[in-house]
């Protein structure tokens, strides 16, 4: 068993992420004949924890599981890669919406933004916005599967670059029960190209920080938060399009530059890319 585990542990570990997470999304999205109680829904992202550490562990044993976790606190990796997980997607969010509204001269309307729909007509962003931020980075372990066990396994196959994006795509898979009551192949198609364009600049801060998988939760935590609190479309709805599309774009731009700088072997100048066979 532990040999079959090994030699199939990507495939085994993407079905046990799937089957874990995608039993609470559906559930909570009225697919399926029940609904999971709200303190194990919070587990979903975790479930990209259990899994990750829980095959690691059958796989390459106790001593590779426990580095593993150790990851997530990897923090000495120099300051301006956390400047870029924090500045990169608020800066592709921003341009996206000033964008669009510039061009189709319509100032952005905030009243209506994700955020508000979760806390409330009152909520403060300088009160939600940290709060939000906290939550995510915490309750959010998608990135201990995406980039921590699943990543690592496709580079010791492929450059860094078709590693990327492949699980981007996969990436993007996952996410089709929250599109699965109102799915719009346009709106989905664009949000291919964001899992996409996004998990090469996440490759590029994992394998340039040598694996720190604090990095890229917190880029990816702002980029749920910021998103929240800006008028763009989501699953949820198809409003604010445009500004959706720009935002995709600028992220894609920058995807585009990090290659060509950094190479498609490594995504990095100076760091090998994270490989675990």
């Not at 919070?42 to 690691?56: N, R, Y």
């Not at 120099?78 to 319509?106: D, H, M, Q, S």
């Not at 998608?142 to 990543?151: A, C, H, I, S, T």
């Not at 690592?152 to 990436?171: C, D, E, F, M």
Request: with cysteine.
């Amino acid at each position: 068993m532990k040999n079959f585990l090994k030699q199939n542990s990507l495939a085994v570990g993407l079905i046990l992420m799937f089957l874990y997470t995608w039993t609470i999304d559906l559930s909570n999205s009225s697919v399926l004949p029940f609904e999971v109680p709200f303190p194990i829904y919070i587990t979903l992202g975790w479930g990209f924890i259990f899994v990750s550490l829980l095959m690691t562990w059958l796989t390459l044993g106790k001593d590779e599981m426990a580095k593993l976790f150790k990851r997530f606190f990897l923090w000495r990796v120099g300051w301006k890669w956390f400047l870029a997980a924090l500045l990169l997607e608020p800066f592709c969010i921003f341009a996206g919406v000033y964008l669009n509204a510039a061009l189709t001269r319509t100032p952005p309307d905030f009243s209506k933004v994700m955020a508000y729909q979760i806390f409330g007509a009152s909520a403060s962003p300088l009160i939600f916005f940290p709060v939000f931020f906290l939550f995510d980075l915490i309750t959010n372990g998608e990135e201990m599967g995406w980039r921590g066990y699943v990543l690592p396994r496709l580079q010791a196959k492929y450059n860094a670059l078709t590693a990327s994006l492949i699980l981007g795509v996969v990436w993007a898979f996952w996410h089709l029960p929250k599109y699965v009551t109102h799915f719009d192949a346009t709106a989905f198609g664009w949000f291919v190209l964001h899992c996409v364009a996004f998990a090469v600049i996440q490759t590029w801060l994992y394998n340039n920080t040598k694996g720190s998988l604090l990095v890229v939760a917190v880029s990816h935590a702002i980029s749920n938060a910021v998103g929240v609190f800006m008028p763009m479309a989501s699953t949820v709805s198809s409003e604010n399009m445009g500004s959706y599309i720009f935002y995709v774009l600028f992220e894609v731009l920058i995807a585009i530059v990090v290659t060509v700088t950094a190479g498609a072997k490594n995504l990095s100048r100076t760091e090998e890319r994270q490989m675990q066979e």
